[in-house]
């Protein structure tokens, strides 16, 4: 029996509506398990702009650090994503929450469950097997360097930026984890142009000397997003700076059926936050048939990693197995050629992982 503080940061859009299922499943499995979680609430992103004209209020952000875990939904608004000139925007407060907390990295793991080889676009004799442990650096590179413009407002400029520790320290976290599974390490750069890339690349084969038993490969990040889909199982664990690690993240959901599959944890000096990869989705808010595994899968990685409590996840991990086996699907896992599959919204969808609890 445990006791945890646990915050709930819903956020814009559907991360409203899979938030809410995935804050069941830790209800569930406190009662199961006999543990004492409590919870609270906080603003972030829109609907923090709204109500106290700041992204990332001073209370959400004290809230965070008071916490032992965050469940974190998602920021964005059509409003800002079609106004270029908007000062105040909702994803500077995921930004911020990441460098406040020191969120340096970011795991996103690309696990295809069985069930799901038909509904990716991608040939299942390709997939099968799949199983990619992202570590994407969260908290550096062109996100958080100096940004501009100049020449009366007609050039734009987004510097990018790595010193060597937080390359190392990322490094260290992707080296370790490939130890634990397949024992290779894919680090991806664009070492043949950009300098920071050289410096990654510099740190990440210095690395390499501590770890003798994995076997590291060092791709561009050109040729990675082809190899992904050309081959997804020759990669185990693959480590990469920020803007790649987003972009190749989303193009990995593929491997597992959908964005609306894949959870991530952002880990680093403090609290840690657990989070789909996907937005806040505005094409389908609201209509109540957002995907909630990734947020339930997001508390599997909760449990695990800042709570310690395997078992737990592991439940969690093969309820969602069970009730994609048991033919639900919310639409975007769907396969048209299966017609013995059930449709769900994002509440039955929930429900049913309940049952399996
Ligand atoms: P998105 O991830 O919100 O959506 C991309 C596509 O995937 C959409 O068609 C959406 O309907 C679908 N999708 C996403 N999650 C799904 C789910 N759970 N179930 C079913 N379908 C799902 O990305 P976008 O459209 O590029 O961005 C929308 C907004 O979200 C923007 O404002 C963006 O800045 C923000 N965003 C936030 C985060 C975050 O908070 N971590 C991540 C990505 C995008
Ligand atoms: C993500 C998102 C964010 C990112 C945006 C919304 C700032 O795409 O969490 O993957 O680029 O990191
Ligand atoms: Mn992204």
């Known amino acids: 029996m445990a006791k945890k503080q646990i915050l709930i940061v819903p956020g814009d859009g559907i991360g409203q509506e899979v938030t809410a299922a995935g804050k069941k499943v830790l209800e569930a499995i406190a009662l199961k398990f006999n543990h004492e979680f409590t919870y609270d609430e906080a603003l972030i992103g829109h609907v923090a702009i709204e109500a106290t004209g700041d992204p990332l209020p001073e209370a959400t952000l004290v809230k965070m650090k008071n916490s032992d875990a965050v469940l974190f939904g998602a920021v964005g608004h059509p409003k800002y994503d079609n106004d270029p000139s908007a000062k105040v925007r909702p994803e500077q407060g995921l930004l911020k929450m990441r460098k406040e907390l020191g969120l340096y990295a970011n795991i996103r793991p690309i696990k295809l469950f069985d069930e799901l080889l038909g509904a990716s676009s991608i040939k299942p004799e390709i997939l099968k097997g799949a199983d990619i442990l992202f570590f994407r650096e969260l908290t550096g590179d062109i996100y958080f360097g100096e940004k501009g413009r100049k020449n009366n407002n007609d050039t734009a400029f987004d510097v990018a930026e790595y010193s060597r520790y937080e390359v190392e320290r990322i490094g260290r976290k992707a080296f370790e984890a490939a130890g634990t599974r397949r024992k290779k390490l894919c680090s991806v750069d664009k070492a ?29 990040v050109d040729a990675t997003a082809m190899l992904l889909i050309k081959d997804p199982c020759r990669f185990d664990v693959v480590v990469t700076a920020n803007l790649f690690g987003d972009i190749l993240t989303d193009e990995a959901s593929q491997i597992a059926g959908s964005m609306g599959m894949l959870a991530s944890a952002s880990i680093g000096d403090g609290t840690g936050v657990y989070e789909p990869i996907h937005g806040s989705a505005h094409d389908i808010t609201g209509k109540g048939i957002a995907n909630p595994l990734a947020s339930i ?11 310690g409590m395997k078992e737990e996840s592991e439940l969690v991990i093969s309820a969602v197995d069970k009730v994609l086996k048991a033919g ?3 639409g975007d896992i769907a396969d048209a050629h299966t017609p013995q599959e059930k449709l769900l919204g994002t509440h039955a969808m929930g429900e049913e992982v309940l049952k399996f609890l």
């Open 192 to 220: 043949n142009v950009l300098e920071t890339s050289r410096l990654w690349r510099e740190v990440i084969q210095k690395l390499a000397l501590e770890y003798p038993d994995i076997e590291v490969e060092y791709q561009f």
């Open 297 to 307: 899968l997001s508390v599997a990685l909760l449990l695990d990693i800042s709570f």
């Open 328 to 330: 639900y699907r919310t």
